[in-house]
């Protein structure tokens, strides 16, 4: 189901948000022939209409493959609507499900590719996972987001109910050399 919801972001938009708040401010101190109570509501609604970011319900999620990952897997998520060969971000938002009986809740984001209209991959590795290390079951949402070409607005798509185990078979002291590893992959300059 296509749906339209909006959400302040920053940036350029916030530049044209600032402009839309002065202009309607100076309304409100307008004396002439704008009244007091007239003014008022036409802020708020310049307010509200100069919020720069639309989020457009348009993906259609269906699936995600498979049940269990460990990380250097991949993960798709299955479905319809999606931008071929863009990148994407998928977020996870819910609980994880310890072995000890502990939900701990957990809001990450991933960035995934587009391989068809149908399926999105994600690469499983120890950094990005990290809120569900070493052993959990991920029990919540996941979107799916593609940045639009017209700038301020992404496509995306929202699946909840989802269960995903996660292990690690690397020994602790294994994972975090892996962790450090990639981290200093990112950190060092490339000359």
């Known amino acids: 189901m296509a749906g339209l919801s909006s959400r302040a972001s920053f940036g350029a938009g916030r530049l044209a948000g600032v402009l839309c708040v002065r202009v309607?401010?100076?309304l409100l101190?307008?004396?002439?022939?704008?009244?007091?109570?007239?003014?008022?509501?036409?802020?708020?609604?310049?307010v509200l209409g100069c919020q720069s970011l639309a989020e457009i319900e348009?993906?259609?999620?269906?699936?995600?493959?498979?049940?269990?990952?460990?990380?250097?897997e991949r993960l798709q998520i299955l479905g319809e609507g999606f931008a071929?060969?863009?990148?994407c971000r998928v977020r996870f938002s819910g609980y994880a499900e310890r072995s000890e009986g502990e939900a701990v809740p957990v809001l990450f984001e991933v960035e995934g590719r587009a391989l068809s209209p149908r399926a999105v991959e994600v690469q499983v590795d120890p950094i990005s996972f990290a809120p569900l290390r070493p052993r959990a079951v991920f029990v919540g949402e996941v979107s799916v987001r593609f940045a639009a070409p017209d700038r301020g607005v992404?496509?995306?798509?929202?699946?909840?109910?989802v269960r995903l185990a996660f292990a690690s078979s690397l020994p602790p002291a294994r994972v975090a050399s892996e962790i450090d590893r990639q981290e200093q992959a990112t950190l060092t300059p490339m000359q």
């Open 58 to 72: 348009l993906i259609e999620l269906e699936a995600i493959k498979p049940d269990a990952v460990e990380p250097g």
């Open 29 to 46: 101190r307008c004396r002439g022939r704008l009244q007091r109570w007239t003014a008022a509501p036409l802020l708020l609604l310049g």
């Open 24 to 26: 309607l401010a100076a």
């Open 154 to 161: 992404e496509i995306a798509g929202t699946m909840g109910d």
């Open 84 to 87: 071929l060969d863009r990148s």
